[in-house]
């Protein structure tokens, strides 16, 4: 089988299995052309240019392998055990939640309100994307935070990997209570990014096959309204606002329908904040930013 055989034969089975099964596959010869280029390590392009060329029996079966993980719906991004994020690989499994385009957009605005005196700190960090972004791009020191052990090896991997991590003091807890605990008051600027689970249940039973059987549902779902985490973490920094610097700026990833619930929300437990809506791509609302 040469390679483009093996890539028209994988392209059918993926959309095979997609029609069987009534559901959206997005590209199905992306995914083949991803896959046989991960397993061959090579670029895509060589793809194309080598389309004649034979594989070995050995490569056919192993493909094939690939292929049929793909068909029960497991992301290219955990079969491959990786994912890029604003430019960089991020090694992720099953214990952490795929990091997403979306998350970009409030790394991007966080960096342009962050001075190198601020203290950062990131609020379930998981895969550490966020974290690692800002102390790649910023070299400044980040507090990484996260109820989950295992999440945490894989963010230190990922800090390593990169080479960020003397720059990030991960700490485990849940939500700000390995920083309160330290009971020590921080002067300046403060700014707390946080992609927390904002799933109501309802929404993850309806979700895709690629994230409701692989991502884990405790990094998804957030309780009945989705916002139960969020709440948590504002009554968190409203009961110990002391502790953090007095110009403070909360950075939340949202569902676009929880935009006025959020608000709501906010403006129960800090009336005079300011705050932003910042839109995705799609001019759908989905960071919020909260000046208090």
């Excluded at 020191?141 to 003091?169: E, F």
């Excluded at 916002?227 to 909360?250: I, K, T």
């Excluded at 709501?264 to 839109?279: N, S, V």
Aim: charged share 20%; with cysteine; hydrophobic share 40%.
């Amino acid at each position: 089988m040469t390679i483009l055989e093996a890539l028209n034969w994988a392209q059918g089975q993926l959309k095979s299995t997609a029609d069987q099964k009534r559901i959206m596959q997005a590209n199905p010869m992306l995914d083949a052309q991803v896959l046989l280029s991960h397993y061959l390590d090579k670029p895509t392009s060589y793809l194309f240019a080598h389309g004649e060329d034979e594989l070995t029996p050995a490569t056919c079966e192993a493909y094939q392998r690939l292929i049929e993980r793909r068909q029960r719906h497991e992301p290219i991004s955990h079969i491959l055990q990786q994912k890029e994020f604003f430019g960089r690989p991020f090694f992720i499994n099953q214990f952490v939640l795929t990091p997403r385009p979306e998350t970009e957009i409030m790394v991007e605005n966080a960096m342009s309100a962050i001075s190198p005196e601020s203290t950062l700190i990131e609020i379930g960090t998981g895969s550490g994307a966020i974290a690692v972004t800002l102390a790649a791009e910023l070299q400044q020191p980040v507090i990484a935070i996260d109820i989950d052990p295992q999440a945490l090896s894989v963010a230190r991997r990922n800090a390593r990997s990169h080479t960020v991590d003397h720059l990030i003091a991960f700490q485990h807890g849940s939500l700000l209570e390995p920083y309160i605990q330290k009971n020590i008051r921080e002067t300046g600027h403060g700014i707390i990014l946080a992609n927390l689970p904002y799933l109501t249940p309802t929404q993850w039973e309806l979700s895709d096959p690629d994230v409701k059987e692989y991502e884990p549902k405790h990094a998804l779902v957030g309780g009945i309204d989705g916002l139960d985490l969020y709440d948590q973490l504002l009554q968190q920094v409203a009961n110990n606002r002391n502790l953090f610097p007095a110009e403070l700026d909360l950075y939340f990833e949202i569902d676009p329908r929880q935009e006025r619930s959020i608000q709501a929300l906010i403006l129960e437990i800090f009336p005079q904040a300011q705050i932003k809506i910042i839109p995705d791509l799609n001019h759908k609302a989905r960071i919020v930013k909260i000046s208090i």
